[in-house]
């Protein structure tokens, strides 16, 4: 049973190449919403990108499931695709991650479990993926359209150049090389060359000739292992031969101050390209040039130049370098016009705009809600439903309010609670920010591990950077959601399940991360839990027991924080059952867990729950045990 630590308030705290094809917007803005779009049919190697006809492997289904190429992913949207351990794919968006494992049809997305009902498989060397799955994992949506294609739509935020402005690349003429200062690399920049846009979170920079004929880019990566050229040669390979390219050339290069490696190839349209790669200092550098002309890998020499100039460094002393870098005193511009929310927010940190949620790979995680205020309520009283909703949450030694305070944010005064909270694993510190204005509530949830001290500078910092349009959200929206921790845990909402014949009654203030009660499994979370119905016809009840007894055992032999509690037979919805308890403690986190398996009409049921020792309050254990005794056969 894996460990599985919520938010606080019940959200899991757990890039890319694109093609010269790709069309690009006219900026209007340096920070601004696109919406990439994606055409593709099953059946047919045409796909559209943004309106432009691409030459794809083509789509197929399996088990109703539609597969496509993974490198769809990178050249539409640009997400990073990563193939690691020879067999896990990891596709990255923004803040999000989907993982997939050859042969499994069980994804992860953003650390948590999905079933995909179908496995990525090779086809004559290119690496199929299941459509849907991925893309919603992504933060993409999915719908046909009446010509029976399926469009995938994906708002990104994109940085860019504004074509007007006085200081634009093309206006300096001072300037003959440009680059990023924050990540720390500069090239030269041709005459025919023109900025199209920066991306991720400034990590792609892509460029595009003056008369189209080549395109260019630039994206950073974290890479925390060393790669040695020849491991960066295998790594360049294995990413085109699994999207769909055909290798040509090949070479690794040890002179100079940076090794690299580099190869050569031709996507399925016939268009022909080079990559390099760099590593240094935590940070891979991908370089990519496309050119729609050449007609052979051997015309790609005539832009040996501009690749041969890519230099990892950027001296500030150099005033002929244009910084494309929009990072300044180390924060970065974050936005969700829908809202009416600027900010701020640490340059490293991921940004995903759409869930305004900014997080850092250390543990400092940042959202922003805004929801509905009730009717004649204040901000104290807002304040302290969430103090109530913690103290039921958590047991008593595992919280602790430590400070209540005002601060000005956009013009305003918000309450802001300071409090402590521990899973087992250490202490977190959160700082959550009240601010209710023209009827809606200003919601900021600021927590880092308790020894990251620095990070109370920067919750200062981010909060003194907001600004708000209030009217913004008036305007856009009538009733929003309620706030999740104002939820009663006792109110439950019935789900049924015709396929599986059986319905249960789940607390609404649980999470639900898959919960389409035709399939199986469905799973819901919340902070510090999990519960989850498995249906099987392929295993009978003793089958399934059998597996479990074996699989504690092991268990018991291989890992030293593993307990199996008891194992009993017992009478389950009305039926006999098998049940097993047990505690584990991973990753420091202990937590209990049970498993009840039981056969009815030859479909073998598996009801799982877990509940981390810190969250095992009164309220949390009753809300759980009342979803498990609730679990009813309908026929």
């Given at each position: 049973?894996?460990?599985?630590?919520?938010?606080?308030?019940?959200?899991?705290?757990?890039?890319?190449?694109?093609?010269?094809?790709?069309?690009m917007p006219q900026w209007a803005s340096a920070a601004e919403m696109i919406?990439?779009?994606?055409?593709?049919?099953?059946?047919?190697?045409?796909?559209?990108?943004?309106?432009?006809?691409?030459?794809?492997?083509?789509?197929?289904?399996?088990?109703?499931?539609?597969?496509?190429?993974?490198?769809?992913?990178?050249?539409?949207?640009?997400?990073?695709?990563?193939?690691?351990?020879?067999?896990?794919?990891?596709?990255?968006?923004?803040?999000?991650?989907?993982?997939?494992?050859?042969?499994?049809?069980?994804?992860?997305?953003?650390?948590?479990?999905?079933?995909?009902?179908?496995?990525?498989?090779?086809?004559?060397?290119v690496l199929m993926v299941p459509l849907r799955p991925v893309a919603a994992?992504?933060?993409?949506?999915?719908?046909?359209?009446?010509?029976?294609?399926?469009?995938?739509?994906?708002?990104?935020?994109?940085?860019?150049?504004?074509?007007?402005?006085?200081?634009?690349?093309?206006?300096?003429?001072?300037?003959?090389?440009?680059?990023?200062?924050?990540?720390?690399?500069?090239?030269?920049?041709?005459?025919?060359?023109?900025?199209?846009?920066?991306?991720?979170?400034?990590?792609?920079?892509?460029?595009?000739?003056?008369?189209?004929?080549?395109?260019?880019?630039?994206?950073?990566?974290?890479?925390?292992?060393?790669?040695?050229?020849?491991?960066?040669?295998?790594?360049?390979?294995?990413?085109?031969?699994?999207?769909?390219?055909?290798?040509?050339?090949?070479?690794?290069?040890?002179?100079?101050?940076?090794?690299?490696?580099?190869?050569?190839?031709?996507?399925?349209?016939?268009?022909?390209?080079?990559?390099?790669?760099?590593?240094?200092?935590?940070?891979?550098?991908?370089?990519?040039?496309?050119?729609?002309?050449?007609?052979?890998?051997?015309?790609?020499?005539?832009?040996?130049?501009?690749?041969?100039?890519?230099?990892?460094?950027?001296?500030?002393?150099?005033?002929?370098?244009?910084?494309?870098?929009?990072?300044?005193?180390?924060?970065?511009?974050?936005?969700?016009?829908?809202?009416?929310?600027?900010?701020?927010?640490?340059?490293?940190?991921?940004?995903?705009?759409?869930?305004?949620?900014?997080?850092?790979?250390?543990?400092?995680?940042?959202?922003?809600?805004?929801?509905?205020?009730?009717?004649?309520?204040?901000?104290?009283?807002?304040?302290?439903?969430?103090?109530?909703?913690?103290?039921?949450?958590?047991?008593?030694?595992?919280?602790?309010?430590?400070?209540?305070?005002?601060?000005?944010?956009?013009?305003?005064?918000?309450?802001?609670?300071?409090?402590?909270?521990?899973?087992?694993?250490?202490?977190?510190?959160?700082?959550?920010?009240?601010?209710?204005?023209?009827?809606?509530?200003?919601?900021?949830?600021?927590?880092?591990?308790?020894?990251?001290?620095?990070?109370?500078?920067?919750?200062?910092?981010?909060?003194?950077?907001?600004?708000?349009?209030?009217?913004?959200?008036?305007?856009?929206?009538?009733?929003?959601?309620?706030?999740?921790?104002?939820?009663?845990?006792?109110?439950?909402?019935?789900?049924?399940?015709?396929?599986?014949?059986?319905?249960v009654n789940i607390p609404r203030y649980w999470t639900p991360y898959s919960?389409?009660?035709?399939?199986?499994?469905?799973?819901?979370?919340?902070?510090?839990?999990?519960?989850?119905?498995?249906?099987?016809?392929?295993?009978?009840?003793?089958?399934?027991?059998?597996?479990?007894?074996?699989?504690?055992?092991?268990?018991?032999?291989?890992?030293?924080?593993?307990?199996?509690?008891?194992?009993?037979?017992?009478?389950?919805?009305?039926?006999?059952?098998?049940?097993?308890?047990?505690?584990?403690?991973?990753?420091?986190?202990?937590?209990?867990?049970?498993?009840?398996?039981?056969?009815?009409?030859?479909?073998?049921?598996?009801?799982?729950?877990?509940?981390?020792?810190?969250?095992?309050?009164?309220?949390?254990?009753?809300?759980?045990?009342?979803?498990?005794?609730?679990?009813?056969?309908?026929?």
């Amino acid at each position: 049973m894996k460990k599985h630590v919520m938010h606080v308030l019940g959200t899991a705290i757990l890039t890319g190449i694109l093609t010269a094809g790709v069309s690009m917007p006219q900026w209007a803005s340096a920070a601004e919403m696109i919406t990439s779009e994606l055409r593709i049919k099953t059946g047919s190697t045409g796909a559209y990108i943004n309106g432009n006809k691409q030459t794809i492997i083509k789509p197929y289904q399996t088990n109703g499931v539609t597969m496509v190429p993974v490198g769809i992913f990178k050249k539409a949207f640009g997400s990073e695709i990563r193939l690691e351990k020879d067999d896990v794919i990891k596709i990255k968006e923004g803040a999000h991650t989907v993982t997939l494992t050859m042969g499994s049809t069980i994804a992860w997305v953003d650390g948590v479990k999905k079933e995909m009902g179908a496995a990525p498989q090779m086809v004559n060397g290119v690496l199929m993926v299941p459509l849907r799955p991925v893309a919603a994992g992504i933060g993409a949506t999915l719908a046909p359209n009446a010509s029976g294609e399926l469009v995938i739509r994906l708002p990104q935020w994109s940085e860019a150049a504004d074509p007007d402005d006085e200081d634009d690349i093309a206006l300096d003429d001072n300037k003959t090389k440009v680059g990023n200062s924050y990540y720390g690399w500069s090239i030269n920049y041709p005459a025919d060359l023109m900025f199209l846009q920066s991306g991720d979170q400034e990590r792609l920079m892509s460029f595009r000739s003056t008369d189209g004929s080549y395109y260019f880019e630039v994206y950073v990566s974290d890479q925390e292992v060393a790669l040695d050229p020849d491991d960066m040669l295998q790594q360049l390979v294995q990413e085109a031969k699994i999207n769909g390219g055909t290798v040509l050339d090949r070479q690794t290069v040890s002179k100079g101050e940076t090794p690299y490696a580099r190869i050569v190839g031709k996507d399925p349209d016939g268009t022909f390209w080079e990559m390099r790669q760099y590593v240094s200092e935590g940070r891979q550098y991908d370089v990519y040039l496309a050119d729609s002309e050449a007609l052979n890998y051997k015309d790609l020499g005539k832009r040996a130049s501009l690749l041969n100039s890519f230099q990892l460094s950027f001296p500030a002393s150099d005033k002929s370098i244009k910084d494309l870098s929009t990072v300044e005193d180390g924060m970065r511009f974050a936005a969700n016009e829908d809202y009416g929310i600027e900010l701020q927010v640490p340059a490293g940190w991921s940004v995903d705009n759409n869930q305004m949620t900014y997080q850092d790979k250390n543990g400092a995680f940042l959202q922003l809600r805004v929801t509905s205020a009730p009717p004649r309520t204040t901000v104290k009283e807002w304040s302290g439903q969430l103090d109530q909703w913690m103290r039921e949450t958590f047991v008593g030694e595992s919280y602790e309010p430590v400070r209540s305070y005002t601060m000005n944010i956009a013009g305003e005064t918000a309450e802001v609670s300071e409090f402590r909270y521990n899973f087992g694993d250490g202490w977190q510190t959160e700082f959550d920010v009240f601010l209710q204005k023209n009827g809606y509530r200003y919601y900021a949830e600021f927590s880092f591990p308790e020894a990251q001290e620095a990070n109370r500078k920067w919750f200062e910092r981010v909060m003194d950077s907001m600004q708000i349009d209030f009217d913004t959200v008036a305007d856009n929206f009538g009733q929003l959601d309620e706030d999740p921790y104002l939820i009663d845990k006792s109110k439950t909402v019935k789900r049924t399940s015709k396929r599986y014949q059986y319905s249960v009654n789940i607390p609404r203030y649980w999470t639900p991360y898959s919960d389409q009660f035709e399939y199986s499994p469905v799973m819901y979370t919340f902070t510090g839990g999990e519960f989850s119905i498995a249906a099987n016809a392929n295993s009978s009840v003793e089958m399934t027991v059998s597996q479990l007894r074996e699989a504690y055992a092991e268990a018991a032999k291989s890992r030293k924080n593993f307990k199996l509690l008891g194992s009993e037979e017992l009478t389950f919805a009305g039926i006999p059952a098998f049940s097993f308890r047990y505690h584990e403690v991973e990753n420091g986190i202990p937590y209990s867990g049970r498993q009840i398996v039981i056969e009815q009409g030859g479909m073998t049921y598996t009801i799982t729950t877990a509940l981390n020792d810190a969250n095992s309050t009164e309220a949390q254990v009753a809300a759980l045990e009342k979803a498990v005794n609730s679990f009813t056969f309908t026929k």
